[in-house]
């Protein structure tokens, strides 16, 4: 989907690269919400791509992804677009 980016498998410093490439292309599509998929685990992936949304410039705010989307295993992403 255009809307989403998967994480699955990958690390920290292969992730981040992505979700920022990710959200420039999205904001530049005109999309306004997205979601990025980075699964249950032991949550330090899903902790450091937050932390990274929370001080994105493009990131208006991201939240827990609801239960059809992915629940805690995906984040909800608004773009201030």
Known sequence: MLDELDLHGLTIDEAIPLVDTFLYKSSKAGLHRVW???GRGTGVLRQAVRRYL???PLVRVCSTADRNRGGIGA???DLAN
């Open 36 to 38: 990025i998929i980075h």
């Open 54 to 56: 929370t001080h994105h």
């Open 75 to 77: 984040t909800q992403v």
